[in-house]
Structures are given as structure tokens and as C-alpha cells.
């Protein structure tokens, strides 16, 4: 949003953001009426997403004019006559029929636009003649997203103006290389009802206030709005709490911290569950018993309280922990979600997953398996990313040899996600990895924490949790995005000629430190419960070693061995797990033998993610932390209570929330097996009735 002779111009990205946070929409208005002062904050990770961002512009602009196409590029301009100069230049551009268009700028009062490219389409015009202009603008996601779309259909209604048609189709170049193309018809009427809304209120605006939002991470406003939060004293600080949950106590007159804290049980809304308003009402009153501490000076301010460890009879959270082993592993990655290698994007998953990080208490060492290739000249993170994949597994798969029952500890499920993407993404070590994961070698302290104990932190964030457990400072880089910022600086010094080892020296110490932090983390939680914390060094805990998931039968096992003899036929001679690079080297017959035995394991390797996510509930539920399962799984119905069953049939009661379930195949969490066929969901008695005779297909 700017201010040009002497009116009020938006652009874009001003419509998009009032979206995101209308509160942004009002503090640049000020900004642009001279009211106030855009705070001087220059965010690291923001600098990186937008030097990648043109850096992506620009490599697809050379893929353009070195395949041959005539390029017009249309030089921005300052000031209110440089826009008119750019809008100018652009109309000209349209008019003589340039093939592409860089940079297209459009002006037509109070809306101001720059369209990364113009494209020519053969389809008249009435302004323009047998040709018009559609819009393509490259963007540094892997999928496209709300935001490209109204983007696009803001430059695509510009250019409508000039060339007296609508375009009929608007396109996005992504980040990995693939071209998305969208029908603007499906969009305009809810592009022009956003437009509309964020006018009037930029004519009439109203006051708003700040709310946390995932922009904030990348918004020079960020402390600003901390600061008004603060003030507020908001209950968008108490942690875990939801907005539609805000609303809710606001209703009753609860809208502080505090308030929640000493709030009685009166005040509980109508419309939210009164274990859910305890819950969010003991967080409330831990966050305010620390801050209480906090300014009084004490010197271990920290709240905390353990919660009962124990449901339904069964031990759960810090009591569910397995026995400490001397072969336990503590394990924490670093990734680049924004990785490009010599200039190539892979694949919708992208990024790089560039460290794994493992911790071995016993023999107090920290093993680094890193997945970029610091040596070879020519940057080859891909293939260096499988081998730090390929060894990380390896050495899991050895330790469990030595160590039966060893378990893998880490922090929040990226680390099981990451390593089922990459197993499909290199195509190796898929059994393997299903085989620990699925066999309960890998522990979530993320859930058991949920399940154990109840903080005073605004955050459960493992950081937030240090203070309970943790006396030693971070140094260097502190924080995931630190991390990412460093690597990314590493790899443009690499790409200069320069040695920055140092670079990778500070990320692996993080690593070191949060795989570290998760063990200490694991201690204190054993503390809690009374567990034993000296068991290290134990080879034979009474825990059973987990079981491995049980064997497919033998019709399955003799098609897959039929499978597996059939693509080694075809993969004969070629060598095994072939990379980008090596794939791209060998001779076309050999390459189509190579990939004729991959689609063998299509289906199977197609049908994994299903199953993952799957598994992903049954741990989230297993884990005893069924508000997370509900409230981020749409697909789970939860608080199940039989009502009555006969003749094959069950009927089951449900308490209201909010879901997506349909009649269909029905499976049991806590059994992870199937449980029969949902027939009939009544939403208003709240009742789910299921075949259980009915086997899922």
C-alpha cells in the first residue's frame, strides 16, 4: 500500500494480505497516510524466501529466451510517473503483440500491479486483435495456494481492461519446476467478493486488533503486535487454546489470560465441553502463576504440574515410556524446505533433508549423517541426501540387531514423516523403515508430554520445555529457521567458490543440542512418574521386545517374491537405487528397463501414505492425546459409547464436534484392525451405527 499524487493506491499482495491478518491491513494504511513508521525489522528467513523467490523468477525468465522466446521486459519506474511510464509500457507491449511479457505493470487509479509474465494466446481480442494475453507468475511453492489464485485473478482482470476480454485461463510456475493452470471463471466471483470487502474497508476501516497467524513469522510487525498482545494480556497466549475457543469465552466475558485463570466454573460457554474449558482454565491459571513469579523475581519461576498418568486403568503418558536400553537413540533433523540443486527442484516434496542428528546416551556420541555433499565440486546433495538416508537407516537396523529392544526418541512426528517421504521419494528402505516404525521402535515425546504434564509456557514447543530440565544456553544458531538461514548461506558461499564450514559446524551443534535436549527431556518425564532414569545401561528391561508387524499371507508373500524376481530381471546389470543423476546418464533402453521395474512397485509404494497416516492416528490415540486426534483429523469420530448391539449391528452414541466421517470402512485405533462398515451417521441424536459383520473391501 502506498500513497501516489496524493491517493490511496493497493496492490495485490495488499488484497492477500488483508486476508491473512486484517489487522496488517490496517497498520500499513497508517504506513502509507504517514501515520506511523514501519518497524526497521529485517527477518532472516524472510530475506531467504525472497532472494529464492527471484532467484526462481529469473531462472524460469532464462529458461524463456533460451528456448527462443521474444521477451519484452518492462522496466519499473519510481514515483507516481514511473508507474505511469511501466502501465504505459505494458499497454504498448499488449498492443504490438509481444510474444512474453516480464514484469507487466498495470495502473488504473487506485490499484496498482506487476504480472511476472504475459503470455500471447492465439484468441481474439476486441482491443487487441486476433490475440489476447493470459498471466503466468512463478511462485517458490511446491502447491499452489488461495493467495496465487486471487493474485492471479487480480493481474488477469487488469489485463481484461486493456484487451476488452477475460482471459480464460491464468497459470503458476512452481517451485519445482511444474506448471499449474486454473480456469478463472471458477474463481472470479469469489475474487471479486474479497476485492469488494477489502475496498470498503479500506474506505471505512474499522478497528482490529492483532491475532497470531502463521504470517506473523515472516511480518516486520511481529514484535509490534507481541507488544499489543501482551498489553491485552490476549488469550491467544494461552497455550493450546483455538480462536473459535476465543470467541466462545469471549461471549461469556472471559477475554483475558487472567480472566480465564480465576475464572469460575459459571463461566463456562455453553458450546465448549466442560473438560476442554478445565483444561484451557488450568493452562490459564499455570501461565499466570509463572508470570506472577516471574515478576516477583523468584528464582525458578517455571510452573508445572504432572497430570494423573493413568486412563481408563491403562498406563499412559511418562508411565507408558518403554524401559530405558543401552541401545536408545535420540534422533532430531535438520531440512530445507526450499532446497534447489544446481538450480532443479524435486519433485512436489522438495526441499532437502540435509542432517540426520542421532544421540547415543550409552556411549555419550552424537552421530552426524549429513545429507549435503560438503567435498565433491559439483554440488550433489540429492545423491548425498539418499546416502545420509541410506546410512541413517543402516545404522538404526544394526543398532536393533545389538540392542532388541532399543527405541528411537524424538520431539513432534516430523521426523517419522520425513522419513517415510524420503524412503518413496529414493525408493529404498521402505520395508525397513515401515518395519521400525511400524514394529513401535520410535517414541513421540511430543504426545507423552501431552499426556504427562501440564506447563506453564505459552508454547510446548521443546525449547519452551528446556527451563524444567535444561541449564545450559544456547549459542549460535537457536531455532529451525536459524538453521535453515545457515544452510542457505552455505550453500551460496559454496556456490561462490568460498569455504564456510563454519556454517555447518553451528547447525550441527543445534542439532547436537536438541538431540541431547530430547534426552534429557526423556528424563524428566521418567521423574515424574516415578520411572526409573538409571536403567541406561539395562540390556534386559521387562518390557517384551515390540513386535514386528505380523507376516502378509503366503499369497501376498509369494506375489511379492514374483514381484521382486521380475524387477531385478529387468534392473539386471544397471546397479540398484539409481539416483537423479545416474538415471539421467544411462542410454534410453537401459533407462526404460530401469523405470519398467519401478512401476512394479507403483501400487504399493502409491498405497503407503494411506496407511502412514493411518498408523499416525493409531499412535496419536494410543498416545492418549485424542484432543490433538480430533481437532486435526476431521476423519476420526471420537468418544465412541455402545448403545446397543445385536444381529451383527452396533449402534454408538457421539458427543458433538466437528468432523467429516461418511459411511464407509470403519477401523478400531486402539485395535489398529478393522472393525466392520459405518451404515448410517445421525448427526442430530449423535448416533453411529455400524455393520460389525461387514468386512472392509
Not at 44 to 68: C, D, K, M
Request: aromatic letters at 10%; hydrophobic letters at 40%; a negative charge.
Amino acid at each position: 500500500m502506498q500513497l501516489l499524487d496524493g491517493r490511496l493506491i493497493y496492490s495485490a499482495s495488499d488484497v492477500n494480505a488483508a486476508i491473512a491478518c486484517e489487522h496488517l491491513t490496517g497498520l500499513e494504511r497508517d504506513v502509507a497516510l504517514g501515520r506511523r513508521t514501519r518497524p526497521e525489522l529485517e527477518l532472516p528467513i524472510a530475506s531467504v524466501l525472497r532472494e529464492l523467490g527471484e532467484a526462481h523468477e529469473l531462472r524460469y525468465l532464462e529458461q524463456l529466451e533460451s528456448g527462443g522466446a521474444e521477451v519484452v521486459h518492462v522496466e519499473r519506474g519510481s514515483g507516481f510517473a514511473g508507474v505511469l511510464a511501466a502501465a504505459e509500457a505494458t499497454r504498448r507491449a499488449m498492443q504490438a503483440g509481444a510474444q512474453t511479457i516480464y514484469q507487466a505493470a498495470f495502473f488504473d487509479g487506485e490499484a496498482l500491479g506487476y504480472a511476472d509474465f504475459l503470455r500471447r494466446v492465439e484468441r481474439p481480442s476486441p482491443h487487441l486483435g486476433p490475440w489476447s494475453y493470459e498471466v503466468a507468475d512463478t511462485k517458490l511453492g511446491r502447491r499452489s495456494q488461495p493467495y496465487f489464485i486471487l493474485q492471479l485473478c487480480f493481474y488477469s482482470e487488469c489485463v481484461a481492461r486493456i484487451q476488452g476480454c477475460e482471459p480464460e485461463r491464468a497459470y503458476v510456475v512452481l517451485g519445482d519446476g511444474r506448471e499449474e493452470s486454473f480456469e478463472l471463471a471458477d474463481f472470479a466471483a469469489h475474487f471479486r467478493a474479497v476485492r469488494a470487502r477489502f475496498v470498503a474497508g479500506l474506505a471505512k476501516p474499522e478497528p482490529t486488533s492483532p491475532y497470531p497467524v502463521p504470517q506473523c513469522d515472516l511480518c516486520a510487525w511481529q514484535e509490534h503486535c507481541r507488544g499489543e498482545l501482551a498489553a491485552s494480556d490476549h488469550l491467544s497466549g494461552v497455550a493450546t487454546m483455538r480462536r473459535d475457543q476465543i470467541g466462545k469465552l469471549a461471549a461469556t466475558g472471559v477475554t483475558t489470560l487472567a480472566g480465564l485463570a480465576l475464572a469460575g466454573d459459571e463461566a463456562r460457554p455453553a458450546a465448549l465441553a466442560l473438560p476442554t474449558f478445565e483444561r484451557l482454565r488450568a493452562q490459564a491459571r499455570l501461565q499466570y502463576e509463572q508470570r506472577l513469579a516471574q515478576t516477583n523475581g523468584e528464582r525458578f519461576p517455571y510452573r508445572f504440574e504432572p497430570l494423573p498418568m493413568s486412563e481408563d486403568g491403562k498406563p499412559c503418558g511418562a508411565r507408558a515410556l518403554p524401559p530405558p536400553d543401552a541401545g536408545d537413540v535420540y534422533f532430531d533433523m535438520e531440512g530445507d524446505p526450499y532446497f534447489a540443486d544446481e538450480g532443479r527442484w524435486f519433485g512436489e516434496s522438495g526441499g532437502l533433508e540435509y542432517l540426520f542428528g542421532a544421540y547415543l546416551p550409552h556411549e555419550d556420541e552424537f552421530k552426524a549423517f549429513w545429507g549435503c555433499d560438503r567435498e565433491a565440486a559439483l554440488p550433489r546433495h540429492r545423491l548425498a541426501e539418499r546416502r545420509a538416508f541410506t546410512a541413517f537407516v543402516d545404522f538404526l537396523l544394526e543398532r536393533r540387531e545389538r540392542y532388541p529392544r532399543f527405541h528411537v526418541y524424538h520431539y513432534a512426528p516430523y521426523e517419522k514423516t520425513a522419513l517415510f517421504r524420503l524412503a518413496a521419494r529414493h525408493a529404498t528402505r521402505e520395508e525397513e523403515v515401515d518395519d521400525l516404525i511400524r514394529s513401535g521402535h520410535f517414541v513421540d515425546l511430543y504426545h507423552t508430554v501431552k499426556r504427562s504434564v501440564m506447563v506453564g509456557q505459552p508454547h510446548y514447543g521443546l525449547k519452551y520445555l528446556e527451563p524444567f530440565y535444561e541449564t545450559t544456553a544456547r549459542e549460535g544458531v537457536k531455532k529451525a529457521d536459524d538453521s535453515i538461514v545457515a544452510f542457505e548461506q552455505w550453500l551460496a558461499a559454496r556456490a561462490a567458490g568460498r569455504d564456510e564450514a563454519r556454517l555447518l559446524g553451528e547447525i550441527e551443534r543445534y542439532n547436537r543440542y536438541d538431540c541431547e535436549s530430547t534426552y534429557h527431556l526423556d528424563r524428566w518425564l521418567r521423574g515424574l512418574c516415578g520411572a526409573g532414569v538409571d536403567g541406561e545401561q539395562s540390556s534386559a528391561p521387562a518390557q517384551p521386545v515390540p513386535a514386528r508387524p505380523p507376516r502378509p499371507r503366503e499369497a501376498e508373500r509369494e506375489r511379492r517374491a514374483r514381484v521382486g524376481e521380475l524387477r531385478e530381471r529387468l534392473r539386471a546389470g544397471l546397479g540398484d537405487e539409481l539416483g537423479e543423476y545416474e538415471l539421467a546418464a544411462l542410454p534410453e533402453p537401459a533407462r526404460a528397463r530401469y523405470l519398467l521395474g519401478e512401476l512394479l512397485a507403483y501400487h504399493r509404494r502409491e498405497a503407503k501414505p494411506e496407511w502412514w497416516e493411518f498408523y499416525a492416528r493409531c499412535d496419536l490415540f494410543e498416545a492418549g492425546d485424542h484432543a490433538a486426534l480430533v481437532a486435526h483429523d476431521s476423519t476420526v469420530l471420537a468418544g465412541l459409547e455402545l448403545v446397543e448391539q445385536g444381529d451383527g449391528e452396533a449402534t454408538l452414541r457421539f458427543a458433538p464436534q466437528e468432523h467429516k466421517a461418511e459411511p464407509g470402512a470403519a477401523y478400531d485405533l486402539a485395535t489398529r484392525e478393522a472393525c466392520g462398515r459405518v451404515i448410517e451417521i445421525d448427526e442430530e441424536r449423535g448416533l453411529l451405527r455400524v455393520k460389525t459383520a461387514a468386512k472392509p473391501p
